[in-house]
């Protein structure tokens, strides 16, 4: 949907993790690199560590070091 | 009479039950007894099978089968008691809890090490491994986003909004080539696989079926909506993290760009999804029906207790 003042973009700041923002979007980064998104939402990394930097890859999430309980082992 | 000349073969059967269905769909043998589905593996070859061939005839149908066979009430019949036989066992299996936010928090945190099929194929995966992955998997992604597509008349609002806003993006948000089934079929070809819609379902091993058959079963049944949310929330909470380690696999292998950017687009486009279903589709769902908690927990359980029997058979196949 285009930005207008009746349709403002929407952005949506979590607890933790991304930063949502309606798209389309264009992204310029500290250095100067531009992306460029057409999803109806996208996810803006927060955390720095997204290996698809600007994009969130969930690399926010928490880590469980080898022996401490996790449901998310097998996938 | 009219034949429906077009969809995949059918399959050969595996037992009794699918036996019966099949020749039933060919118009050359009798139904099997509804009471059979008692006594047969709810997680078996067999009674994954029947329940997969009746399910088909909601999406593509098979060719040479009568359509109007979708809605025939003896085989309705059955495929009531292979959903009961299935349902129950799972309700047996997978514990029943109301902590949805503990369930969701379990999905939410990453071990450092694991040592599921993703970690595997990352490391130590061969393209032989990959062409496997690819042609268990393609009974789903072939028709991605397909059978979640049944729960939107049955939310409202939020949850509507949202839903739709994903399934949109998962079917290419307008444009027939980013629709992921189609992207799969892109990863179907760079392995060397052949992508036509059911060419696999013989190799398809059973907890695939049944992986696949919980999410009709969920879809097509009003009553167990907020299982669907669930199992949903379940696939695009734990895809990201996977498909960034399927995408190393395919790389490292060489399979080729479209086999790549399949997974790319999943680590890219399922962050976005993971925080939509978690916000408005969930959100939105307990807001209208917060009854809905336990179905969906269920949900989501049912969906990690039935990956992870996929995984372990993959694994024990390759010997590792």
Redesign the interface.
């Known amino acids: 949907m285009p930005n207008s003042s009746e349709h403002p973009c929407r952005i949506?700041i979590?607890d933790d993790?991304?930063l949502?923002v309606e798209g389309p979007v264009e992204v310029t980064c500290a250095d100067g690199t531009v992306a460029v998104s057409?999803?109806?939402?996208?996810?803006l990394c927060m955390c720095r560590r997204s290996?698809?930097y600007p994009?969130?890859?969930?690399s926010h999430?928490?880590?469980?070091?080898?022996g401490?309980k996790?449901?998310?082992?097998?996938? | 009479m009219t034949r429906h000349r077009a969809g995949p073969p059918l399959p050969r059967a595996r037992g009794e039950l699918s036996a019966g269905v099949i020749a039933f769909l060919r118009d050359d043998g009798a139904l099997p007894d509804p009471g059979a589905a008692r006594d047969a593996d709810p997680y078996g070859d067999d009674l994954q099978l029947a329940l997969y061939v009746c399910y088909e005839l909601h999406y593509r149908g098979f060719a040479g089968v009568r359509p109007e066979l979708e809605w025939d009430p003896p085989l309705l019949t059955v495929r009531g008691a292979l959903e009961d036989r299935f349902l129950t066992a799972l309700r047996h299996d997978v514990p029943a809890t109301d902590e949805l936010d503990g369930v969701l928090e379990?999905?939410?945190?990453?071990?450092?090490?694991?040592?599921?099929?993703?970690w595997f194929l990352q490391d130590l995966g061969e393209l032989r491994h990959l062409r496997e992955y690819a042609i268990q998997r393609s009974l789903y992604h072939l028709k991605e986003a397909d059978p979640h597509a049944w729960v939107l008349p049955r939310l409202s609002g939020r949850a509507k909004a949202g839903m739709a806003?994903i399934e949109?993006?998962e079917f290419g948000?307008g444009r027939a080539d980013r629709v992921h089934a189609g992207l799969f079929a892109g990863l179907m070809s760079d392995l060397g696989l052949d992508t036509a819609y059911g060419r696999y379902l013989d190799q398809g091993c059973a907890p695939m079926l049944a992986l696949v058959n919980v999410m009709s079963l969920f879809g097509l049944h009003r009553r167990l909506r907020g299982a669907l949310v669930g199992h949903f929330a379940a696939v695009e909470i734990?895809s990201?993290?996977?498909s960034?380690r399927l995408a190393h696999a395919m790389k490292r292998n060489g399979a080729g760009p479209a086999a790549e950017f399949f997974y790319?687009e999943h680590?890219?486009?399922d962050?976005?999804h993971?925080?939509?279903v978690r916000?408005d589709v969930i959100g939105g769902l307990l807001d209208d029906e917060p009854a809905m908690a336990t179905d969906i927990a269920f949900g989501i359980t049912a969906t990690?207790y039935l990956?992870?029997r996929l995984?372990d058979r993959m694994l024990a196949d390759w010997k590792v």
């Open positions: 949506t979590g993790g991304p949502l057409d999803r109806f939402v996208v996810a290996r698809m994009w969130c890859d969930t999430r928490r880590r469980t070091q080898p401490e996790s449901r998310r082992d097998t996938g | 379990g999905l939410l945190v990453e071990p450092i090490r694991g040592s599921g099929v993703s806003a949109y993006d948000a734990t990201s993290p996977g960034r790319t680590v890219e486009a962050a976005v993971e925080q939509v916000r990690s990956e992870e995984g």
